[in-house]
């Protein structure tokens, strides 16, 4: 199978500036030591991990899901596991720290979805700007976790972590919550849910499967309301979601790879070269040999 390059921890580089908890959690904030920007995401990468990152000076211009985003200081970009991502410039002057979490060690829970979702209603990007205070707390919680993390002694740096991250996780919450409605409240609820793990396993079966019966019945829901419920809470409709990763890939891989037309096509389980085709240029208006010229 073709597939994109992966971004995963084994990626990343390893000396007395980085600490982390191996195949679990990993920061990093002396990006321009560590030549960020290098030619490991110069490519379109997926992530297998989630990646906060929070710019403290400069800038830096990058593509999330093949969006292109400028990211300067007191500004946090969040790509879950399953994104796409790809530096395309820094400045010299270029500063920030990135944690990455994996998806098995931190929980969370249904609220980290109703953040996102509140982010897609308002910018419909994965970037938001901190306001001062948030800011501050930002760096501050980042700062004491490395701390620990690195204390070669200390036994409980799981545990530490996990409280460390909810307080980071909790303070962008606030920070998002700061640009919504104050008619639409965070409140958690069984269709926020629903929607988060409808987005999940959307991202870990879109390649193969493209019906919403699929995932209706995985969720134990009928596709009429799961689609309903998926509109409601993320404003776009479950079909919107799956289309949306399938176009993301074949446009990647279309654009960086010398992958065939035939090749992708069975490997995005379409029938044949000419229904990849035909539901390519539905969706972008284009043929995939005419958007590869492009």
Not at 27 to 51: C, E, F, Q, W
Request: net charge positive.
């Amino acid at each position: 199978m073709t597939e994109l390059k992966t971004l995963d921890f084994s990626s990343f580089p390893i000396d007395e500036d980085c600490a982390k908890i191996d195949g679990k959690l990993y920061l990093m904030d002396n990006l321009t030591r560590h030549r960020y920007g290098s030619t490991t995401m110069k490519a379109p990468v997926r992530l297998t991990m989630t990646i906060v990152m929070v710019a403290t000076g400069g800038y830096t211009r990058m593509r999330i899901n093949l969006h292109e985003y400028v990211i300067r200081e007191k500004m946090v970009a969040t790509m879950t596991a399953g994104s796409f991502m790809q530096i395309m410039e820094t400045s010299p002057d270029f500063s920030g720290f990135i944690i990455a979490i994996a998806k098995d060690f931190f929980d969370y829970s249904h609220k980290i979805m109703i953040g996102m979702a509140m982010l897609h209603r308002n910018n419909d990007v994965p970037v938001a700007e901190l306001s001062h205070d948030n800011y501050l707390d930002a760096t501050e919680i980042y700062a004491i976790l490395k701390r620990k993390l690195l204390q070669p002694d200390f036994k409980y740096k799981e545990e530490v972590a996990r409280m460390y991250l909810g307080l980071f996780h909790y303070n962008g919450l606030q920070a998002m919550e700061e640009h919504i409605d104050k008619e639409k409240p965070l409140i958690a609820n069984r269709k926020d849910d629903l929607s988060a793990q409808f987005l999940q396993l959307v991202k870990e079966h879109y390649r193969k499967e493209r019906t919403i019966s699929f995932y209706s019945t995985r969720l134990g829901v009928t596709p009429k309301y799961l689609s309903a419920v998926v509109k409601d809470v993320t404003g776009k409709f479950a079909s919107d979601w799956i289309n949306e990763y399938v176009i993301l890939e074949s446009k990647a891989l279309l654009k960086n790879s010398n992958i065939s037309i035939k090749q992708l096509s069975n490997e995005l389980n379409f029938g044949s070269t000419s229904i990849f085709t035909k539901y390519f240029k539905q969706h972008t208006g284009s043929t995939p040999m005419e958007y590869r010229k492009m």
